[in-house]
């Protein structure tokens, strides 16, 4: 089947420390998106790509950084700039056509140890 | 700018009742509007959209949204919840003239009672 899939589901951070978390898509999607979940607060864009080898910073990219080498890929590093990671990551991908919807991965929860 | 505003944060109902979960969005330009459904731990799944044409969508699973212009509104009902439906439910708007840009609600977390 066809789909969004984020590794490792569960991921703990030490201080100091960069860490990534993987996007893989088999939708032969050519966007993908990383939000941030924060209770209450819905999903903030954190960054976005278009095409292979180029992305934009969405509303929140401080702290953080993504390549886009493939067009199956979408890796995030949460960066040892970011001060407060603890929170509920989730990729998403989507064809250029403007009347289709985005489609999401299952998430990771990254926590501070 | 586009901003979503959902007003309930959480809304308790018992099984079988009716619910409408309610969403406003202020929007200088003309938007498609979605709902998605997102169960513990889990992704988004798109529940329904408006993109065009009949201002009432429905779902597979019995819920349905009515776009409203006027009011800026696109609130989503369903006549009779089930306990399964118990989520936390996203209202988003995206600009007709941009292919990337989707703007969410806060999330209404519908908690359903037997």
């Known amino acids: 089947d066809g789909g969004i899939t984020q590794s490792p589901k569960y991921l703990f951070r030490k201080e100091g420390q960069n860490v990534t978390l993987s996007c893989e898509q088999n939708l032969n999607h050519d966007a993908m998106y990383w939000y941030r979940q924060d209770p209450g607060q819905g999903l903030r864009l954190i960054y976005y790509?278009?095409?292979?080898?180029?992305?934009q910073k969405g509303d929140i990219a401080e702290g953080y950084s993504v390549s886009r080498e493939k067009k199956e890929s979408f890796p995030l590093t949460v960066t040892s700039a970011q001060k407060n990671p603890t929170a509920f990551y989730l990729c998403a991908s989507k064809s250029l056509d403007s009347n289709q919807p985005q489609h999401f991965g299952d998430g990771t929860r990254l926590s501070i140890l | 700018a586009q901003s979503v505003t959902q007003l309930d944060s959480q809304v308790p109902v018992f099984e079988e009742a009716p619910v409408e979960l309610r969403c406003n969005y202020s929007?200088?330009?003309?938007?498609?509007l979605f709902w998605y459904v997102q169960y513990p731990n889990q992704g988004l799944q798109l529940l329904l959209k408006?993109?065009?044409?009949?201002?009432l969508v429905e779902s597979i699973n019995g819920f349905e949204a009515e776009f409203n212009k006027s009011q800026t509104s696109f609130h989503l009902r369903k006549p009779s919840v089930h306990i399964s439906d118990t989520a936390e439910y996203f209202c988003?708007?995206?600009?007709?003239?941009?292919?990337?840009?989707?703007?969410f609600g806060s999330g209404t977390r519908l908690l359903v009672r037997p």
């Open positions: 929007s200088s330009v003309s938007v498609y």
């Open positions: 790509s278009q095409i292979v080898n180029d992305f």
């Open positions: 988003a708007v995206r600009p007709v003239d941009s292919s990337y840009k989707l703007i």
């Open positions: 408006y993109l065009s044409g009949s201002t």
